[in-house]
């Protein structure tokens, strides 16, 4: 077998394993859009002139529950036996249901 016959395989066995396989998550509710990021305002001299700039950055906020999530997501995908063997030849698709208490 090739090289490229051999990462083939290993991608085909890692799709077929995965493919009943859902990771279910509970999640609380993120940081809404307007909270995510935020603008900063400053004058910078362009040829002699002060000219009002806006730049985006992200809040600590949203900063924090990314870290956290993430740490979630792999603890979550230990204990719930979800078969993960990452690749350079491989990504993933995530379908997500997103479902708000009344």
């Known amino acids: 077998m090739s090289i490229i016959e051999d990462k083939i395989k290993i991608i085909q066995d890692n ?3 995965n493919l009943d396989c859902q990771l279910k998550l509970v999640s609380s509710i993120p940081e809404g859009v307007n909270h995510y990021i935020k603008p900063r305002g400053f004058v910078m001299k362009v040829h002699g002139k002060y000219v009002a700039q806006v730049s985006m ?3 600590s906020a949203s900063k924090k529950f990314k870290e956290n999530f993430i740490k979630y997501i792999k603890e979550q ?4 036996g979800w078969y993960l063997k990452p690749n350079d030849y491989q990504h993933f698709y995530i379908d997500a249901d997103f479902i708000f208490p009344f």
């Not at 995908?77 to 719930?80: D, E, N, S, T």
């Open 15 to 17: 799709y077929y394993e």
């Open 77 to 80: 995908v230990k204990l719930q």
């Open 57 to 59: 950055y992200t809040t």
